[in-house]
């Protein structure tokens, strides 16, 4: 099984700031690495999928990088709307897993 | 646009069985893989199952054990689990989502539902 491990674990952060969430792959998973963000009381809403590829609606501060074992989403310009957790999850291999998440709060 | 409505949670004794449900309408629901994924109070997320457009393939997460069994009714647009010989540990928010590759094996899933409830309780 493939271990997703998110960095950090918790961020609380000031509007405007720029945010960098990463997420390291226990083996190498090509680009099959994906990023969603959940809030409160609410389901899950892809961000990213296949490493850097923007979902259809998402707004353009949200961005992600990365291959092989290390990615990375960066919201630049940090809206209160951002507060969520965000969680990674790999597609390369079975089982499919998800990263622990990333809560991260504005200040 | 796409929707997923998930049905059936509850509150089910130990041991016991329940089946859900996922109600598909805004896309090709014969076209595309559908996952099932559950959260637990507090908790991250974690895979349940997957299952092919057409139903060929199904795969589970290693922890189930053969206790669920996904499947679906493509004429009905609907998508079940069946999950049996129920634990506490299985208490969760259930969601069921749609697979971004449609006629493709797996992707990643790209929309979900609003989940529905389980608690095993005696």
């Known amino acids: 099984e493939i271990v997703l491990t998110q960095s950090p674990d918790f961020q609380s952060v000031t509007p405007k700031e720029k945010v960098t969430i990463t997420c390291r792959a226990s083996?190498?998973?090509?680009?099959?690495l994906h990023w969603y963000q959940q809030k409160p009381d609410q389901s899950p809403k892809l961000l990213i999928k296949y490493a850097s590829q923007s979902f259809s609606g998402v707004p353009s501060r949200f961005s992600g990088s990365g291959s092989g074992t290390d990615f990375t989403l960066t919201i630049n310009t940090l809206e209160a709307e951002d507060a969520a957790t965000y969680y990674c999850h790999q597609s390369s291999s079975l089982p499919i897993t998800f990263g622990q998440g990333t809560r991260l709060e504005i200040k | 646009q796409v929707q997923l409505v998930e049905s059936g949670g509850g509150v089910v004794q130990p041991g016991k069985s329940l089946r859900l449900s996922c109600a598909a309408s805004?896309?090709?629901?014969?076209?595309?893989?559908m996952h099932w994924v559950r959260q637990a109070p507090g908790k991250g997320l974690e895979w349940v199952a997957v299952?092919?457009?057409?139903?060929?393939?199904?795969y589970y997460a290693d922890s189930l054990k053969g206790r669920f069994n996904i499947s679906r009714d493509n004429s009905k647009n609907t998508l079940y689990l069946q999950m049996n010989s129920l634990r506490a540990e299985d208490t969760a928010l259930y969601y069921c989502?749609?697979?971004?590759?449609?006629?493709?094996?797996?992707?990643?899933?790209?929309?979900w539902g609003q989940g529905t409830l389980v608690t095993v309780s005696s």
């Open positions: 805004g896309f090709t629901f014969r076209s595309y893989g």
């Open positions: 299952i092919w457009h057409d139903g060929s393939n199904k």
């Open positions: 989502a749609r697979d971004s590759i449609p006629y493709g094996d797996y992707g990643c899933p790209d929309y």
């Open positions: 083996q190498r998973i090509g680009s099959a």
